[in-house]
């Protein structure tokens, strides 16, 4: 089992950044990729970022050159570094591992920035 544990979300204006932290626990080397996703209100899931084991990054076209995915493996933290950020960037932002055939999810952090 692999808990994983969202912080670093908030309220902030356009044009500015936050940071989001994933810290996970447990079966740690079950997880092969680490993936952030954000759904917003009446809006379907999607993909914002991911980073495997190997480091290989991508992203989705909304946040290129945006956002950065990066980890600590010593912490067993993922981080995504959001600068430039824009009104529609609010939501609901989940981190999700996978590996081992199964899949983990976070409880959420929300995302909020105003115009």
């Known amino acids: 089992q692999v808990q994983l544990v969202e912080s670093g979300g908030g309220s902030v204006q356009a044009g500015g950044s936050l940071r989001l932290s994933c810290a996970a626990s447990g079966s740690i080397s079950l997880i092969d990729v680490v993936e952030w996703y954000r759904q917003a209100p009446g809006k379907q899931r999607e993909l914002a970022a991911g980073i495997t084991k190997s480091g290989y990054t991508n992203y989705g076209d909304s946040v290129k050159g945006r956002f950065t995915i990066s980890r600590d493996s010593a912490k067993n933290t993922v981080y995504l570094q959001m600068d430039s950020l824009k009104p529609e960037d609010t939501a609901v932002y989940y981190c999700?591992?996978?590996?081992?055939?199964?899949?983990?999810w976070g409880q959420g952090t929300q995302v909020t920035v105003s115009s």
């Open positions: 999700n591992a996978r590996g081992a055939l199964r899949e983990f």
